[in-house]
Nanobody, 117 residues
Framework: QVQLVESGGGLVQAGGSLRLSCTAS????????MDWYRQAPGKQRELVAH???????AYADSVKGRFTISRDNAKNTVYLQMNSLKPEDTAVYYC???????????WGQGTQVTVSS
């Protein structure tokens, strides 16, 4: 069983930066995809950033040029560097580790990011 532990959320002023981390314990041999999602109050959960085992990345249009996803395979960790934060980035951020086929699919507990104007 894989457990995901997130850290790095908090309160920041608009224009500031935060770096989120998500570390997996247990065997992640079958994990091919590591994603960051977010969910704001009253809104659906949305995919923010995506990285595959091959290093392919993708981003939501709303965060392109401001957020960067990266991974450290040796540490079983994925990061989300968030720069030029805006109040509309306020949400609970979740990491998701899964296989391409979704045969394994793990979620973190979520970390709150609040951006004040």
């Amino acid at each position: 069983q894989v457990q995901l532990v997130e850290s790095g959320g908090g309160l920041v002023q608009a224009g500031g930066s935060l770096r989120l981390s998500c570390t997996a314990s247990g065997s992640i041999f079958s994990i091919n995809v590591m994603d960051w999602y977010r969910q704001a109050p009253g809104k659906q959960r949305e995919l923010v950033a995506h990285i595959t085992s091959g290093g392919t990345t993708a981003y939501a249009d709303s965060v392109k040029g401001r957020f960067t996803i990266s991974r450290d395979n040796a540490k079983n960790t994925v990061y989300l560097q968030m720069n030029s934060l805006k109040p509309e980035d306020t949400a609970v951020y979740y990491c998701n580790f899964r296989s391409f086929s979704y045969s394994v699919d793990y979620w973190g507990q979520g970390t709150q990011v609040t951006v004040s104007s």
